[in-house]
């Protein structure tokens, strides 16, 4: 008999493990277990989400008849780690073979590296073929090149799956990319979609209550029903997304208070559990675009990031390790209590966290261009940072949170991601959003105690790095804006930038 482990973020029928195991022979290995749990401070609907997705998953298998072994938290017996989990039902089976798909994350790869000679049997790790590009090609593919760029890499990724290219195998529309053409600010029309919703069942209502019970200090609100958990449930959110999907590009970077959601399609999550696969998703967006449903800069800049952002980053995870410490930019400023509280005079940060802290959730602008850039400018630690990222958003796993977070949020990586550092002033957000217009700071001034925070910030970024980053060609454009300013301007700057790095936990 062989043991099947299934990873709470592998929940798919298309996983390799089922095609190696035999429903009516071998047993299915499901657990919630307190170290995946605890390994960094979950947001609760995090915690909720992937615990009701995996009983969700368990039960469909167990409806499919597959033999499946669930190990609940709330369980008679709670398990430490995986590997006890295992060992416990090991020890009532008569197991010659473990079988699992490879983990997406380092840190549990290494946990399995002992796996075969603690359990005295052999244990086959399957390569996730769930994703487009494999980790071998992925390496052939960056090797020996001097620039790892992600547009290079997208555009390979076209070719290769055909999405949006024409019948001569180039571009639908005459370009790959339309990312100007995303970044409109909305002004309250067109009026954003109602998000989908879900009815929780009876496996949500008692997850939810054990949420409650196990973590009662945990950070964030629970809300059932506000994630799919369910393969049914993220098929019907793909339908909802794509359905609205027609003014995601123009307002894909746009930001506005007390609208979380605007017109991004909330698919992350049940795409990084397994719910959904990258190519169902991305076919259906084409599909829309052919039908003449969404137009062209809304279908590529979806697409994009799918088969470009998203494979990119989990290559890169791997390629540049990027599971190791990174800290190129030498920043270890402490991270503010702000990022767990909200309490800070600062409206887009405010906004942001108070959302996360909601919802689980900010999207991809709020994350690089308000607390990423933050954290950048201000000089906050960046694994630190990575962790606070990690642990507050329900789409977040190690793979895919870290290369975002250090490589290119940070620039810690040392600019193997991305040619300059994404560092940018209050004006950034004020033209994205209207978060400036209700602050109790002034985006329009840049020295006083009343001037935004990110304007001194910025400035004084370019200034203490500026032997790193004045040569960048990316870069001129702002150094030639600093080098215009007098001395006493200058002093002005530095002055205030050292002023607020002072007072970080007031701000």
Known sequence: MHLGLILGDQLSRTLPTFRRLNRERDIIVMAEVWAEARYVAHHRQKLFNCFSAMRHFAE??????????????????????????VDAVKNEYSIDR?????????????????????????????????????????AHWAQGRKALRMEYFYRLMRQRTGLLMNEENQPEGGQWNYDADNRRAWRGEPSAPEPMLFEPDSIDQNVATMIEQLFPDGWGDVQP??????????????????????????????????????????????????????????????????????????????????????????????????????????????????????????????????????????????RLMVTGNFSLIAGLDPEAVSEWYLGVYVDAYQWVERPNTLGMALHADGGRMTSKPYAASGQYINRQSNYCKTCWYNVKETTGSRACPFNGLYWHFLMRHQDRFRSNGRMGLMYRNLDKKSSAEREALWQQGENIIARLPLL
């Open 225 to 366: 029903g506000l994630w799919p958990v369910a393969r049914r449930q993220a098929q019907a959110s793909l339908t909802h997304a794509v359905s609205h999907l027609s003014h995601f590009g123009d307002f894909q970077d746009a930001m506005a208070s007390d609208e979380p959601w605007l017109f991004h399609s909330r698919l992350s999550s049940a795409l990084n559990q397994g719910l959904l696969t990258p190519m169902e998703v991305c076919e259906a967006v084409a599909d829309a675009y052919y039908r003449d449903r969404i137009p062209i800069n809304a279908a590529e800049g979806f697409i994009r990031q799918i088969i470009g952002w998203r494979e990119y980053v989990r290559g890169m995870y791997w390629y540049l390790r990027l599971f190791e410490p990174q800290n190129s930019l030498n920043h270890h400023n402490a991270l503010p209590d702000y990022f767990w509280t909200a309490d800070t005079r600062m409206q887009c940060v405010q906004q942001s966290v108070r959302q996360t802290r909601a919802l689980g959730y900010a999207h991809h602008i709020q």
């Open 60 to 85: 469909e298998l167990e409806t499919a008849g597959w033999q499946v072994r669930y190990l609940p938290l709330d369980g008679d017996t709670a398990f430490a780690s995986l590997q006890a989990a």
């Open 98 to 138: 473990i079988v699992l798909t490879e983990p997406g994350e380092q840190r549990l790869l290494s946990e399995m590296a002992n796996w075969e000679s603690h359990f005295n049997c052999p244990v086959e790790l399957l390569e996730d073929t769930r994703f487009l590009m494999s980790l071998a090609d992925f």
